[in-house]
């Protein structure tokens, strides 16, 4: 089997996962589970603005969706490189969101683009009643879920275990870096990626270590270190 052919399987499981999620989270389910209206609509596209990370098959897979399209793939490469410098120099999560930064994946009409195909992330955040906590603004920017503590095991468990089975980045990723990411695995080779991540002193191949790295980076409140 084809190197490719072995960092393609690793997207296999996407579509039964994201039917899982769906049901889960579908807008009707929650609504009446909950007692309460999801507020979503689309173009409202707050959410859209906040950082979102992924597990190595979805970058694979949404990496894919765009690599047969050159200007698709240049745009959202130059956006994605950007971006991810912003995160290594130590752009908190919540800072990204208040900067407004934009999903390289959000078009100049506030749709997404990759609907299909939207990360976990994506598919499992909705606004509950009202999306007044939505804007970078709000006094309280933050945002009511559902939480069906079944379905977040089920999904990362499935990615876990695409990942090394492909040999792949294991964990969750913020998703600029996770296309660069993929890009990498896919054009040069998941020895290459190893390589760079290695080099960058990032890592990445263990759950522990992986989950400290981005935590001590995206969320130094929570783990009692001061904002960069």
Not at 30 to 49: D, I
């Amino acid at each position: 089997m084809s190197e490719r052919s072995t960092i393609r399987r690793s997207v296999r499981r996407l579509p039964v996962v994201r039917d899982t999620i769906d049901n889960a989270y579908h807008p009707v389910r929650v609504s009446q589970e909950l007692g309460v209206s999801v507020a979503c609509k689309r173009g409202c596209a707050h959410c859209c603005h906040q950082l979102v990370t992924v597990t190595m098959p979805e970058a694979i897979d949404l990496y894919l969706a765009i690599e047969k399209n050159p200007l698709a793939l240049r745009r959202v490469s130059a956006a994605a490189d950007a971006q991810a410098q912003l995160i290594m120099r130590g752009v908190t999560s919540r800072e990204w969101f208040k900067r407004g930064t934009r999903c390289v994946f959000l078009t100049a009409a506030n749709d997404c683009s990759v609907y299909e195909r939207r990360p976990f992330a994506c598919r499992t955040h909705m606004a509950l009643e009202t999306a007044e906590h939505c804007h970078p603004d709000a006094a309280d920017p933050t945002v009511k879920r559902p939480d069906h503590e079944d379905t977040f095991p089920y999904v990362y468990a499935n990615m876990a275990e695409a990942a090394e089975a492909a040999d792949l980045p294991v964990g969750v990723i913020p998703l600029p870096i996770a296309l660069q990411w993929a890009a990498i695995a896919w054009n040069q080779g998941r020895e290459a990626l190893r390589r760079h991540l290695t080099r960058a002193g990032i890592p990445a191949y263990s759950h522990v270590e992986h989950a400290a790295y981005w935590a001590a980076i995206l969320e130094p409140d929570l783990l009692g270190a001061p904002s960069i």
